[in-house]
């Protein structure tokens, strides 16, 4: 039914569609340095009493390059986020510079070949390894010094050796006060990268941001370059707390360990070398007990059943031995989703009825030839054959009657807004005549009002039967015909009488906002009919009512369904029947919220899913995508998401509307990231013991996508990748220059690896799970 996808991350061009083009570095044609500007013209042609050569003018300049501090606004981003807390085990840190010529500005830093080097590193501490920041909180104010200081002396600590006869340090950058990290030196040899592995570590990102915009604005649709400076380090799988230090290298190129396996554990002084750290940010990797996510969701194709019969929500049958027609109807409901249930009569005896939850194994037809129910006990429905119920609409009818109930907010606002629309009704069937209330007020006081008042002011107030036989006789007034009128109006009369519904439209107009005015709708309406809305979503409805057993949902388990709309609209019945204090409220929240008022059903049926896994806790911004069937539709199309909502740690609820061809679980997509990947099968305690990387086309037709092919082949993980610097030392560096070379070669490329192929793969893709569906009839066994 399913298999796992990984989605690949937009490739360079020529494909239209691919959005990230990855290019090398990205070098200045001008960097760092003092320079010479001569101008001088030269004419030809001239007669010979002309000079031919003007003296030339001369200037010198400076070009001055960041060199102790990287702006904020620089910055594009870093990965992990700073002060997040996740599972990146599997990730390398990297930080985004939206200044894309920054890493290779200074020409200083030249390599053994004569290539340009970047002068920045990306180096991640973990806790304990500095002296001065054992927990990974980041640099603090002791760590600030001016580059005076750094170009000073400072006891027991070895300080940046500037480079200062081909660049003098200017003496308003004396004054600059930097951020510092105090690193001991067999630390630095543990995780700074070799002088060769640093051009494998930094690259340019040329970036389509149409991608990355909310809004399609001039803005987001502009292209850029972006420099990555990435980090050698993976997090451990124990977890912990992490600071990564993005380092300025000058004067450190000698200190470099040389990348030799044989050399990797420091046998050097014990000393302490205080760096420059341009940005630094901290973040927390959790440890990782539970299987990646292509395990977790493989578990769910292995327990589909035949033809993913298994996840659809309902108990599990299996192969019952039946022998009778009643066992055989037994079975089907068992199917359909139903579950005995222990009941009561009215009368109090008890017995069993069938009950079944909004969410249905196939779907159901809704009725639409019934009226609204009044109270649960019209919803029951007797399966005359057996002599049970089946208690599954009145249970729907109590429990909204109940969230309703509990709303005080809501029960208040419909009990107003009950008042309104009678009010209103009332004036659109009976409006009154000019001066009626004027007519109404000379009447009574023709029949003694004012003297009876004057009377009751001179006495006494005496709770008497003769002060109330005192009282003068008052004729009265014919009643007007609008409330028993308003009375009588039914719902049917209201949906088969099209003058009278245009005539109560108008009049709750103001109401409903339908009437044009600027003010808009009325606020209770409002409120009363987002909540109902939200009702309809099954919002606020009892989780035991929506799975009634622990059997329908087991843990690490997924399970699709469809929404019986019939329940659902029993539900908001259920709601709408607090507060009932007048015959024309029956029909007058058919006005407002019936099939032809401002609740009208989906245009389309309600389908979802349900997803109990470590998933859910695991990766909290899951992506679910539903995909409408292209046959049914113009081409493959997104339906529209009503709700979704964690209803415990690991229990994910999603409603769509229209019923989904594919759905899609998948990872967050936060960007391109990089690390290294894990088998669909993972079972491994650490990503190294099973970890992978999986290969990428480099050929200029099919550049980034995925070839099938894993590295190692063999299955046997990245351990030999990986430094080992000796006891006490970080043992999850990896040998960033070895690995390029087996990627190389089983690519079929000759070593050395390009910047920009080796980013491609070392693209740590966000993979996706694809469930596709199959058609299915319509059936109904409620009614037996």
């Known amino acids: 039914m399913s298999r796992p996808e990984h989605l690949s991350d937009p490739a360079p061009e020529p494909d239209p569609s691919l959005n990230v083009e990855f290019r090398d570095s990205l070098v200045p044609q001008i960097t760092a340095g003092k320079y010479t500007l001569k101008a001088y013209q030269t004419l030809t042609g001239a007669p010979e009493y002309l000079p031919t050569d003007a003296n030339p003018l001369t200037r010198h300049i400076d070009v001055r390059a960041p060199r102790f501090a990287v702006e904020p606004e620089w910055v594009h981003g870093a990965y992990p986020p700073p002060g997040a807390t996740g599972l990146y085990d599997d990730v390398l840190p990297h930080i985004t510079l939206d200044r894309p010529t920054l890493p290779w500005e200074r020409e200083e830093h030249i390599g053994t070949g004569g290539e340009r080097l970047p002068w920045l590193a990306l180096l991640v501490f973990g806790e304990g390894e500095l002296p001065d920041d054992p927990h990974c909180l980041g640099p603090s104010q002791d760590d600030q010094r001016t580059v005076a200081q750094l170009t000073g002396h400072e006891d027991g600590v070895v300080l940046p050796a500037f480079d200062t006869s081909t660049e003098p340090i200017a003496d308003d950058d004396l004054k600059r006060v930097c951020r510092t990290v105090l690193v001991p030196r067999a630390v630095f040899h543990a995780v700074a990268p070799a002088q060769d592995e640093l051009p494998l570590l930094t690259h340019v990102r040329h970036v389509n941001k149409q991608h990355q915009g909310v809004t399609l604005t001039e803005d987001s649709i502009q292209t850029g370059d972006y420099a990555v400076v990435t980090g050698n380090r993976l997090p451990s799988p124990a977890g912990g707390r992490y600071v990564a230090h993005l380092v300025s290298l000058e004067g450190w190129l000698d200190r470099l360990p040389d990348g030799s396996e044989s050399k990797e554990a420091y046998t050097g002084p014990d000393e302490r070398l205080r760096l420059i750290s341009l940005w630094s940010w901290s973040f927390e990797t959790l440890a990782d007990h539970i299987p990646g996510f292509a395990a977790l969701t493989e578990h769910f194709v292995d327990t589909e059943g035949k033809d993913g019969a298994e996840l659809l929500l309902r108990v599990p049958v299996g192969d019952l031995p039946l022998s009778g027609t009643e066992q055989q109807e037994v079975a089907d409901r068992l199917r359909d989703g139903y579950l005995p249930v222990s009941c009561r009569t009215e009368s109090g005896r008890g017995t069993f009825g069938w009950y079944r939850g909004p969410f249905v194994a196939e779907p159901v037809k809704e009725r639409t030839d019934r009226d609204r129910r009044r109270c649960a006990a019209e919803a029951l429905i007797h399966l005359e054959q057996y002599g049970v119920f089946d208690v599954s609409l009145a249970t729907a009818f109590t429990a909204g009657r109940g969230v309703a109930l509990a709303d005080h907010q809501f029960a208040a606002a419909l009990l107003r807004l009950r008042g309104k629309v009678r009010t209103a009704a009332e004036q659109a069937l009976n409006p009154a005549p000019a001066g009626a209330a004027r007519a109404r007020i000379e009447h009574l006081a023709a029949n003694g009002l004012v003297g009876h008042l004057q009377e009751l002011h001179r006495q006494p107030v005496v709770a008497s039967a003769a002060a109330n036989a005192a009282r003068p006789a008052v004729t009265p007034v014919a009643e007007a015909a609008a409330l028993p009128a308003l009375a009588d109006i039914t719902v049917q009369r209201l949906r088969t009488d ?6 109560l439209d108008k009049g709750v107009g103001d109401i409903t906002g339908s009437s044009g005015k600027p003010e808009g709708p009325d606020e209770d309406f409002t409120a009363v009919r987002d909540w109902l809305l939200r009702l309809r979503n099954l919002t606020g409805v009892p989780f035991a009512h929506l799975v009634p057993d622990a059997r329908m949902l087991p843990a690490e388990s997924l399970r699709f369904f469809h929404t019986d709309a019939d329940w659902t609209t029993t539900l908001v ?212």
């Open 498 to 503: 099209a003058d009278l519904r245009d005539r």
């Open 573 to 784: 019945e259920g709601a709408l029947s607090v507060g009932l204090a007048h015959r024309f409220d029956f029909t007058g929240d058919d006005l407002l919220f019936g099939p032809l008022g401002a609740l009208p059903e989906p245009t389309a049926p309600v389908t979802g899913l349900l997803l109990r896994s470590r998933l859910v806790s695991g990766w909290p911004a899951l992506e679910i995508r539903p995909y409408a069937n292209p046959h049914e539709t113009d081409g493959e199309t997104p339906l529209r998401v009503l709700r979704r909502e964690a209803l415990a740690e690991d229990v994910l609820l999603v409603l769509f509307e229209g019923v989904p061809g594919r759905v899609e679980i998948a990872e967050p997509q936060q960007g391109v990231h990089f690390g290294i990947d894990e088998p669909d099968d993972s079972s491994a305690a650490a990503p190294l013991d099973d970890g992978m990387i999986r290969l990428r086309s480099v050929s200029k037709e099919t550049l980034g996508q995925e070839t099938g092919v894993a590295f190692p082949s063999d299955g046997s993980g990245l351990h030999d990748y990986v430094r080992k610097p000796g006891e006490g030392n970080p043992d999850t560096v990896l040998r960033i220059g070895k690995l390029a070379n087996g990627l190389a070669g089983a690519l079929g490329l000759q070593p050395p690896l390009s910047p920009a192929r080796f980013a491609i793969q070392m693209i740590n893709a966000a993979q996706r799970r694809t469930f596709t569906t199959a058609p299915v009839t319509t059936g109904d066994h409620r009614n037996g």
